[in-house]
């Protein structure tokens, strides 16, 4: 499962206004909803739940938020690269400025992995990070995310 199979233009967001954790979580829900004809609050309940067992900030501004969703369903995920940091629990402290929400069909959870484990790699990737935060629009955004 690769990040270019996750995502598609419609849900890579630049310069998006979040003042808070719940906040980004709800547009994330919003967005997934659409992508996945689901309603938008059960997948906010259910990111909430999720982040309750643990936060989902890995550290150096990013989350990485994910929730199983049903098996009949695509995996999908969600960006944003928020305007400002946002307080976020993560365990380094810092405020978060990249969320990438992953939505991930019950029965893919092992494919999952490797998709987590790949996009943990490119983000923790310093220059690969700054070019993500430079990027001016969602375009760009998803082409460097998707290459």
Request: aromatic share 6%; net charge negative.
């Given at each position: 499962?690769k ?8 849900s ?67 960006f ?12 380094d ?16 959870c092992?494919?999952?992995l ?12 310093k ?21």
């Amino acid at each position: 499962m690769k990040i270019s199979t996750l995502l598609n233009q419609d849900s890579v967001f630049c310069q998006t206004a979040c003042t808070s954790k719940k906040g980004a979580l709800e547009k994330i829900s919003l967005i997934a909803a659409k992508e996945l004809n689901l309603d938008a609050q059960e997948l906010f309940e259910s990111l909430i739940a999720r982040e309750k067992i643990g936060s989902t900030g890995v550290g150096s501004g990013i989350a990485i938020p994910h929730v199983k969703i049903s098996s009949e369903l695509p995996a999908t995920a969600v960006f944003l690269q928020c305007e400002t940091g946002i307080d976020y629990d993560s365990y380094d402290g810092n405020k978060v400025d990249i969320l990438f929400a992953i939505f991930v069909p019950e029965d893919l959870c092992k494919q999952y992995l490797s998709a987590l484990s790949e996009i943990s790699q490119k983000l923790l990737d310093k220059q690969f990070l700054r070019q993500l935060r430079s990027a001016q629009n969602n375009q760009e955004l998803f082409e460097l995310l998707t290459l």
